[in-house]
């Protein structure tokens, strides 16, 4: 009897775990908590692919000031934000190449890459004022992605030294998105 109580549980949760992602390359905040080259990460740093939220950024989404953690509370340490908290990439070239590992498969709706302005304060909370509301890049879509998902981009040419990317994958039959932020030195 039991067992019969719980299936519809596991039946109805079942979906937030049905799919999971994270940037790869250029290395995400999330990533580098993997690999261990940013520390004092939290749990993130074994399953930087569940930074998942509401979608509909930049009008739904996560709270500003939580939006590196997309609001969930054990990935908080993501949302600390100073000028020298995080490993950078560095970006030689406006050309970059987006490389999502997607840990299990789900429809998807779009891609989407967003860049903190270029008179963004580092030593501030990530917040929609901190943000280009617009993306500078996207891929609108209903596709099933393959485990490697990559999107070529050209980063806005006014955008130079410490930057952030909001990387964001909308899910399409759910109400939520996987949010990843990138810390960048563009040159």
């Not at 970059?96 to 302005?117: G, L, S």
């Not at 485990?147 to 399409?172: F, N, R």
Request: glycine share 4%; with cysteine.
């Amino acid at each position: 009897m039991k067992s019969f109580l719980l299936a519809p549980l596991f039946f109805c949760c079942s979906f937030l775990v049905w799919s999971h992602g994270y940037v790869e390359s250029p290395e995400s905040r999330s990533y580098y908590c993997k690999q261990g080259l940013n520390t004092h990460c939290g749990p993130v740093q074994y399953e930087p692919q569940s930074i998942e939220g509401q979608k509909g950024f930049p009008q739904y989404g996560p709270a500003d000031g939580k939006i590196a953690s997309a609001g969930i509370a054990a990935f908080s340490p993501l949302d600390t934000q100073t000028d020298n908290r995080w490993k950078r990439v560095i970006l030689n070239s406006p050309n970059v190449k987006f490389k999502w590992r997607i840990t299990a498969r789900h429809k998807t709706t779009k891609w989407e890459y967003f860049i903190t302005k270029p008179d963004w304060q580092p030593n501030a909370l990530l917040s929609r004022d901190q943000f280009t509301l617009t993306p500078f890049c996207q891929f609108e879509r209903i596709e099933f992605p393959k485990e490697i998902v990559e999107h070529h981009c050209v980063l806005p040419k006014s955008q130079k030294g410490y930057h952030v990317i909001l990387a964001i994958w909308t899910i399409d039959d759910t109400v939520n998105a996987f949010y990843q932020v990138i810390d960048t030195q563009i040159n």
